[in-house]
């Protein structure tokens, strides 16, 4: 898991400045996001692909969404969006009722596979993630809690080489934290993590949840994840409509459901074994 440093440029052309970014330093509590007819087509003429269209949910402020859809539907692309790392071609997204325009400094990012800096200890890589302007006393505190939330204190002085894929993760996981994020991004962040680191990453993940309140938007495969994490989970698919050939107008939300039950939720109920098949279904996995 990585965060996107505030160094990065957007990749699409009309992204405005980051400097117009709001200060990061200000939003220290979970905000709301609203996705308004979002669509994006990449390319143009006859080799124009539509890969998003009509996207407009909303998510509550601190509430924990999974996005669930097949390999390539745009779940990366709308998580983008919502960072302004990306610009949708139609349509909007707002934070907090503010406008998402150009990297924007309320979101963190984070992704699948671990990108710490390598020359530099675990304690320094959560603090590359410090808003600007944070005093030496304040970033210092700031990182010994949050390594600790993730239980790395007593590693904060190892670097990358020096401790698992987990760890690693769990170090990400922290920096991206730093930055005090309104909106946390995860896309597929526990992917690339044997079956058990993941369990525990998913618990660890309730906990920060719990400890440092903040809105997240979690791209996932796995159902038992997004079952475990999510209070609604939202389904990206292509719709087929009256034996139209849908293939090119691009995924839209095909079915939202609330979760039911506080968290840690049971693994074993049958409540939930439910719907991971009725999710399935939708995913086109049928029988399990
Ligand atoms: N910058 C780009 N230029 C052109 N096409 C793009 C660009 N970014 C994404 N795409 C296309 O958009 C589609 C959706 O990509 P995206 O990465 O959002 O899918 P995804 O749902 O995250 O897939 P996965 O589950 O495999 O990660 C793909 O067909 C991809 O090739
Ligand atoms: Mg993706």
Redesign the pocket.
Known sequence: MTVVIPSVRP?APSSPDSSSSVDAAHHASALPVSFRALRRT??NGNAA?T?LRDISFDVRRGEVLAIL??????????L?AAAGL?APSAGSVDIDGTPVQGIDSRCAFAFQEPRLLPWHTLQANVAIGLPKGTSVKQGKSKVGRLLELVGLDKFAKHRPREVSGGMAQRASLARALARNPGVLLL??PFGALDALTRIKMQDLLLDVHAAEPTTVLL?T?DVDEALQLADRIIV?GKEASAGQETEHDGATIVRTVDVPGDRPRNRGSVELARMRSSLLASLGVDGH
């Open positions: 990749t990449f390319g692909h890969v859809g097949p390999s390539g539907c745009g779940k990366s692309t709308l983008r990306d896309d597929e791209v495969h990206l």
